[in-house]
């Protein structure tokens, strides 16, 4: 257990470093794309991808270094892609976005909301009908549940037993707008079950309870090839899109930034 | 044992001469059929595929030869459907999507111009998409401005996809197969009208091109440039032409991306005259880009301004009665070929009024009962 918990402080560890870096280097103008960080979020993606094998496929969002990083992309290829540099995972012609390394299961990335969604539920059903004992683990933010096409792919997924795993991490933000705002209630296990889609809320920060939750439901999928909705709570420390805090533009409350720190 | 290598020799001729004769319906399911027996990882998807009428017929009992999983009844979920079909495609399948109507994608055009259109670019070759869209564009019995349009344009703006238009049941099939063995996104638009024209098609599979347009009919006096239901439309003016001594060199379009635009260059430079007259609105239209890609290269190359006929720039309406009066007619057609012409007063008062004793009397919203076939 102790060199378990290593390895995910490890790999946690790793994320932030990298994202920490290019945060700092960001201002000499070199990476000229948007980027959006998954500091703080790190624990959804290490806590879920470390209970994946290389063919399970992961499939992610405008926010996907942490996902691409958990599942093993390749660290260089990735860095490169942010340069814009030919050696990056595509070339330099999707940027920070689109990151992807097939090689690991790290499938696709798109920045639309909610747009990789039905692509992921697609993958999982050529799992189904190949009989693959794989599973589709897709991430997206809170917003995403407001599109329409979330519903069309959970219906879908629902509806033929497919075998994905749907994590919605809920960095309670949509660029400057809260999720009170947008939605009646921050439960939105309502929303899977309403599709007949089993489902749990929990704290996506703690590593160790997200790791050995979705190790369970990991199991499940597999077993009875049915569709899971995991809502991870958790908080992104810098702006939406960029290097930097953001919090002087007074979005978000002071303390709520604190508290969430801690 | 030689007289038996005659016998079937003459056979075999014989057969080669027998023409086949279905529509363009029974065309494409019948590709659609080969096709998949052919290859068990195309997979068939769309909304009503598994309806008693098959969409126009062209996937009846389908369902039936084929597992559930690889004919999928959709739910009435255009984007998704989309998404899914296009996660199946990076993971090693073809798809066959089908929309009965063309306003059905615009439900979807998120996933085609986002994801379909781009996936190969984005990801530098690494994820290829095989996925075919046929999609219902068109007039017909009233089916009113979001049933009706000739949306082709839209899609023929996007890099990154295939957009073909096809005319005969020749190459319903062929296009479809071709089409189908395109490692990345085809679109093809059916006029609903077209389903019912006959023609030729060979029973065994084959394939169309669907790099360029096709000249169907050679002619000197002037270039027209048509598709899909119209090439029927200036086929019945060319015949009343020839009465005249008057040959139009009729081009079926065939594919609106990539447009290859050399074969009506080539046209064009010998006629000196061009019309195009197009399916969809005139406005914005396919012919706005032929014209001006020729003009860019060549600004001396006509006699004449080139004219195009297309949609007025107004909604398709329901009824009957304002039906007349927005689709372009034969006579509009044929008034403005003849204006380019070099003939007298008198002789265009002839070809207008044979044009009118030929016409058919149907009902604006049906099709042309002379426009079947077999072509």
Redesign the interface.
Known sequence: MNFLNNNLAKSLLRLRMVENEISKRYSYQEMRCPVHLSIGQEAAAVGVCNNLKIKDQVYSTHRCHSHYLAKGGNLQSMISEIYGKKSGC??G??GSM?L?D?SVGM??S?P?VA?V?????????????NKSKNVVVVFFGDAAVEE??FH??A??AS?HNLPILFVCENNRYSCFTDVSERQPSEDLTRLARSHNIESIKMNGNDVIKVFNQSKKIIKKIKKYSKPFFLQLDTYRYVEHCGPDNDDHLNYRNKNEVKKMAK | MIIFLKFLHYKKMFMLNKKRIISASQAILEATDQFMKKDSNLVLMGEGINDPKGIFGTTSNLSKKYSKNRVIESPISENGITGIAIGLAINNFKVLLIHQRVEFALLSIEQIFNNAAKSFYVTNGIHKVPLVIRMVIGRGWGQGPAHSQSLETVFSYVPGLKVLIPSSAYDAKGMLVSALRDPNPVLILEHRWFHYVTGNVPKKIYQSDITKPKIISKGKDITVVTSSYNVYEIIFCSEILKKFNINLEIIDLRVLRPLNTKPIIQSVKKTRKLIIFETGNKIYGIGAEIIASILEKYHDVFDFPPSRIGLPDSPTPSTRGLAKVYYPNSIDIMKAIIKQLNVNVEVKKKIISLLISKLPSHEIDVPNPNFKGPF
């Open positions: 595509c070339g012609r999707g689109h992807m097939i499938m696709l798109l639309i747009s969604i039905p692509i992921a539920v697609g993958a999982a059903m050529s799992k189904k009908i329409g096409v069309e792919s219906n879908f509806l």
